[in-house]
């Protein structure tokens, strides 16, 4: 089985920038699809965006298209989320996940992925 391991979260005010890093390890993920998710305190798990084995059509929740971006390095093992001008209700654990089905195309719901990480907390301040 993967194991994902996000980092890159933390404290950044309103406006702000975080690049989250989302590394695999025990298996290679080039054929998998992977996707950024995110839970608040009290709110279930909400996607945020997600990205095909080949990187094309990057898929994006609407309160995040045009701030965020997803992308992925397969060399390095590693998918990247790229959150700009962050707003407080950006808030949240963000997670990684993977589709460990080669070569599946994304379906951008939680139900379709079936790996993930433990999750790395971003804090937006007013």
């Known amino acids: 089985q993967v194991q994902l391991v996000e980092s890159g979260g933390g404290l950044v005010q309103a406006g702000g920038s975080l690049r989250l890093s989302c590394v695999a390890s025990?298996?290679?993920?080039?054929?998998?699809?992977m996707g950024w998710f995110r839970q608040a305190p009290g709110k279930e798990r909400e996607r945020v965006a997600a990205i095909n084995w080949d990187g094309f059509s990057p898929y994006y929740a609407a309160s995040v298209k045009g701030r965020f971006t997803i992308s992925r390095d397969n060399a390095k093992n590693t998918v990247y989320l790229q959150a700009n001008s962050l707003k407080p209700e950006d808030t949240a654990v963000y997670f990684c996940a993977a589709r460990t089905q080669p070569y599946s195309v994304v379906i951008f719901t939680t139900s379709f992925f079936d790996s993930w990480g433990q999750g790395t907390q971003v804090t937006v301040s007013s």
């Open positions: 025990g298996r290679t993920i080039g054929s998998y699809a």
